[in-house]
C-alpha cells in the first residue's frame, strides 16, 4: 500500500493538534521515529513516536545485584523489615510521648 497525497494530508492534520494553552506539541525540529505495529495480519497501525520528548534515563543499577555473576548477593526483604520495624518502633514511641 502506498501513501497517497490525500493520507499524507490527513496525517499532516492530526499532528497540527495543539495543548490546551494553543502552544503545538511537536516542533517542525522534533526528531522522530515511524513504525508499523499491528495486531492481527489485516491491521496496520502507523506509530511515530517523538524522540525529542521521551529521552532514555537509564534506571541507576540495583545495589544487591551482582551484574558479572548474574544474582542477587543478598536478600534485601530482611533488610526492608528491619527497616520497616525500626520506623514502627520510632512511631510508637512518638505516640506513646504524646
Not at 492534520?13 to 525540529?29: L, P, R, V
Not at 526483604?77 to 514511641?93: G, L, T, V
Request: aromatic share 8%; no cysteine; hydrophobic share 30%.
Amino acid at each position: 500500500m502506498k501513501l497517497t497525497q490525500d493520507m499524507i494530508d490527513k496525517i499532516q492534520e492530526a499532528m497540527n493538534h495543539t495543548k490546551k494553552d494553543g502552544s503545538i506539541n511537536w516542533q517542525d525540529s522534533d526528531e522522530i521515529e515511524v513504525n508499523l505495529a499491528g495486531t492481527f495480519a489485516k491491521d496496520r497501525f502507523i506509530v511515530i513516536k517523538n524522540k525529542t520528548l521521551d529521552p532514555v534515563i537509564k534506571a541507576a543499577p540495583h545495589p544487591l545485584y551482582d551484574y558479572e555473576k548474574n544474582v542477587f548477593t543478598e536478600d534485601g526483604r530482611e533488610e526492608y523489615m528491619k527497616e520497616q520495624w525500626i520506623k514502627k518502633e520510632i512511631k510508637n514511641e512518638d505516640s506513646d510521648n504524646n
